[in-house]
């Protein structure tokens, strides 16, 4: 009786594990990303790393920041990840990114060194003081 109640329990206790990995694979992790202007999140920091990453992403790490900015498929869209490097690796740079639930880090939508803008995704870009 008592091995009965274990496994049954066991069984409820897997089965949520799973629904709860389903949710964040799902849910969390390929929800859209929102590019809105508005919505948007403003970082500015010191370039420390920038490599390929994901599909044809080309993904940036700043000074003393834990997370990941990227942009989307930027190899694949014409953008020359070596004269990124030697631009703006140990550079002050300002970038805005996409708001998500899953980190505070993530796709980028405009990236700004200085007063040129690298890179955007929107037609009217966003000004900034850096």
Do not use: C
Not at 18 to 42: G, H, R
């Amino acid at each position: 009786m008592l091995k009965k109640i274990i496994l049954w329990s066991l069984g409820i206790v897997v089965g949520l594990a799973l629904l709860f990995l389903l949710y964040l694979i799902f849910i969390v992790k390929i929800s859209a990303v929102n590019t809105n202007k508005e919505k948007s999140i403003k970082i500015t920091g010191i370039v420390d790393s920038l490599y390929l990453g994901g599909i044809n992403d080309i993904v940036f790490t700043l000074e003393n920041n834990e997370n990941l900015y990227y942009i989307n498929r930027g190899a694949e869209n014409g953008i020359d990840l070596e004269n990124f490097r030697n631009d703006l690796k140990g550079k002050e740079v300002t970038l805005w990114h996409a708001r998500s639930r899953a980190s505070n880090g993530g796709h980028m939508m405009q990236l700004k060194f200085k007063d040129s803008i690298y890179y955007t995704e929107w037609e009217i870009p966003l000004e900034s003081n850096n």
